[in-house]
């Protein structure tokens, strides 16, 4: 389809100041009922409050074009009711209120080399109970054959791209620096990820399988490439939601860079089956715990469900290089926005007063436990199987000179990389429940003298 619709055609006007929602969604509704096409805004200064795509329509923005989104929450299309239950995290069970929502739509594309900019808008009266969370910038549900690329996204205080149960999706050269988590495929298939820029307050890149559809599902068919990420909790990661499964995952050619807990998270904790997840060539660089591979039992979700299963599982040429120092990231949630909390320090993880005090005690290469330990744990009867590791190479902070030496079993918290303690007894990696184990050309080394064994293994048969 060729048919092109102006949205300045439809009455919008890019002053800046004037909310032109309505004007859009009547550009976009007349291209879908003309079998599609192109819906386009010139270069200018554009506010959006919540739009709604249809079947056969590509949102193109000139180059240089500025979106801001409406100065209030109160201007977005607000919360849809849910009839069925839900498990996920509120923030993962509801679509509407977001700048451009889709659902049950196909071939649909957001591209042009524009900025999105939130401005930073939050639930100030917390109507929601979501933690203050304001809208999402882009939020698709069962849609089909979708295409994000060469914009950037600014300052959203919900997920950035959020997409569940969607099939056949293009994201590519997309920057953002946003509060809360920002690529977020959720029981998504057939999915390419690449070329792109994350700093997020919460998590980078993240998957989830979580129960939003009213049914059990899986992401498969993943591929994520070529990206850069930074994140104030975890880069890369798979869960918390972890009611379905992962199967068919590969990511490769990935830096990591100041990210305050976790490099690379794999983590299956409610039922989730985790099969063939390949991560190869990443490089982490001041990143505090680096290596989370996580079978637990919360089992948030329907009654009846069993414990998974994490199996087939590669990481390969993976460096990690510190020291872990502080540095700037974007804020995580409301409160960490509120206080201007831009600063991470390695040891501080909720907002202080105290933080350069604490710097200065601490700057000059004192001991510091405070870095987190990888660890890679199955559960009794319920081993990780054909997990391997090859040329991987940490360099880890250090210093510990005491620490416990007995692992408590804390499965049904939350899933966090400290689940079973910040100071494990390795410095490297801690290995439990772990049937058919590979270990190729896998070192650790350290800044700081370190009274800990570079690895330990507990119940874990190697492959041979």
């Keep these: 389809m060729n048919n092109f619709f102006n949205v300045k055609d439809f009455g919008a006007v890019s002053d800046g100041l004037t909310i032109v929602s309505p004007e859009v969604q009547k550009a976009v509704d007349a291209c879908s009922l003309a079998g599609g096409g192109t819906v386009f805004f010139p270069k200018g200064i554009y506010v959006l409050a919540t739009v709604f795509l249809k079947d056969n329509v590509h949102i193109q923005f000139e180059d240089g074009t500025d979106i801001l989104g409406a100065p209030s929450f109160y201007d977005y299309e607000q919360q849809e009711t849910v009839d069925f239950p839900l498990y996920q995290d509120a923030s993962h069970s509801y679509f509407n209120l977001a700048m451009f929502v889709g659902k049950n739509v196909k071939n649909i594309a957001i591209t042009g080399k524009a900025k999105i900019d939130m401005l930073s808008v939050w639930d100030e009266d917390d109507v929601r109970k979501l933690v203050h969370r304001g809208p999402k910038c882009i939020s698709l549900k069962e849609c089909e054959d979708v295409t994000l690329s060469d914009f950037e996204i600014a300052n959203a205080t919900d997920l950035a791209i959020y997409f569940a149960g969607c099939n056949n999706v293009d994201i590519h050269d997309i ?20 070329n792109c820029d994350v700093e997020a307050g919460d998590d980078g890149i993240v998957f989830k399988s979580s129960y939003n559809l009213n049914r059990i599902d899986i992401c498969k068919n993943i591929k994520v490439w070529n990206c850069r990420v930074k994140s104030h909790c975890s880069a890369i990661k798979f869960g918390t939601e972890t009611n379905g499964g992962f199967e068919d995952i590969l990511i490769d050619n990935i830096d990591i860079v100041d990210t305050r807990i976790t490099g690379i998270a794999i983590e299956s904790v409610d039922g989730a089956i985790i099969d063939g997840i390949t991560i190869k060539n990443v490089r982490m660089k001041n990143t505090n715990g680096l290596l989370f591979v996580h079978l637990g039992q919360r089992m948030r979700g329907p009654e009846g469900r069993e414990v998974g299963e994490i199996r087939n599982v590669t990481l390969e040429n993976i460096t990690a290089d510190g020291p872990y120092v502080p540095h700037t990231i974007m804020p995580t949630f409301y409160l960490t926005y509120r206080s201007h909390d831009w600063y991470q320090y390695p040891w501080v993880f909720e907002p202080s007063e105290n933080k350069e005090t604490d710097y200065e005690f601490l700057k000059n290469g004192a001991n510091s436990p405070w870095q987190l330990s990888s660890n890679m744990c199955g559960l009794p009867g319920k081993p990780i199987k054909n997990l391997t590791l090859r040329n991987v190479h940490l360099k880890v902070n250090g210093g510990v000179t005491e620490y416990e030496k007995t692992v408590p079993d804390n ?54």
């Design 175 to 194: 920057k953002m620096q946003v509060y809360i988590d920002g690529i977020s495929p959720d029981n998504s298939k057939n999915v390419n990820i690449y």
């Design 411 to 464: 499965e049904p918290d939350y899933p966090e990389i400290m689940v079973y303690g910040w100071t494990l007894p390795a410095k490297g990696i801690y290995f439990r429940y772990v049937e058919g184990l590979t270990l190729d050309h896998v070192t650790v080394d350290s800044f700081y003298p370190d009274a800990r064994e570079d690895f330990v293994f507990e119940y874990v048969t190697f492959k041979e």
